[in-house]
């Protein structure tokens, strides 16, 4: 099977711009799960999906903020950017809902908000 | 704040040699836990779980150990081989549904 697949790699945004980030689960994973990633903060969750729905939700402002598609297929959205932002975001897809299945990254889309 | 954490933030070890990696959680009630794999330019890399039922299991020259009475995990690598160099963490959920909550990770060098 196909791994997760992020879309794109690599983004340069400016402060006060707004960003569209994809993610394609492996086939047959309903949830897909976000992530950020810094030197000083680690892994941070984000937001889940299952079945269109988010189910968790991590303590982000709410410029973050995603979606899930019929299809399992997820974008997050990040509005008026701040550098703090910089980071690299990573989806994961899982069989099941929640944390009590492994997680499976794809290598993450590198954001730089300059 | 997290729960899960690192005992070490680096950690070298001459190639051939057992790599174990440490892990403290604080919540008692955890029941599953994962290690990964971080490698430069790439997503973490899903490497071993086990659930709190169980206190040791082990895949292709990795281990994990589970001791619920101290709350402490650990990850060991047998014959370390510089592919092995990474960025390691683990992974606890906390209860239920709720999602995966990672340690800093332990940075891994092997050294040939």
């Known amino acids: 099977k196909a791994g997760v697949t992020q879309t794109p790699r690599y983004l340069i945004k400016t402060r006060g711009q707004q960003v569209t980030l994809s993610c394609s689960p492996i086939?047959?994973?309903?949830?897909v799960s976000w992530y950020q990633q810094t030197p000083g903060q680690g892994l941070q969750f984000l937001f889940e999906?299952?079945?269109?729905?988010?189910?968790n939700k991590g303590n982000f402002p709410g410029r973050f903020s995603g979606r899930q598609f019929s299809n399992s297929r997820s974008e997050m959205n990040v509005s008026t950017l701040e550098l703090g932002d910089s980071a690299l975001y990573l989806c994961?897809?899982?069989?099941?809902?929640?944390?009590?299945?492994?997680?499976?990254f794809g290598n993450g889309t590198r954001l730089t908000v300059t | 704040g997290e729960s899960v954490g690192l005992h070490l933030p680096t950690l070298s070890v001459q190639e051939g040699d057992n790599s174990i990696i440490n892990c403290a959680y604080s919540?008692?009630?955890?029941?599953?836990f994962i290690w990964y794999k971080q490698e430069s330019g790439k997503g973490p890399q899903f490497i071993i779980d086990?659930?709190?039922?169980?206190d040791k299991r082990q895949g292709q020259r990795v281990t994990v150990l589970l001791n619920k009475t101290v709350k402490h995990l650990s990850l060991q690598i047998a014959a370390t081989q510089p592919g092995d160099s990474a960025v390691y963490f683990c992974?606890?959920?906390?209860?239920?549904?709720?999602?995966?909550?990672f340690g800093k990770g332990t940075r891994l060098s092997v050294i040939a």
């Open positions: 994961a897809s899982s069989e099941g809902q929640g944390g009590n299945s492994p997680l499976h």
């Open positions: 086939s047959g994973h309903r949830s």
């Open positions: 999906y299952f079945s269109e729905t988010q189910r």
């Open positions: 919540n008692s009630a955890s029941d599953y």
């Open positions: 086990i659930r709190s039922n169980m």
């Open positions: 992974a606890e959920n906390l209860s239920g549904n709720t999602p995966l909550v």
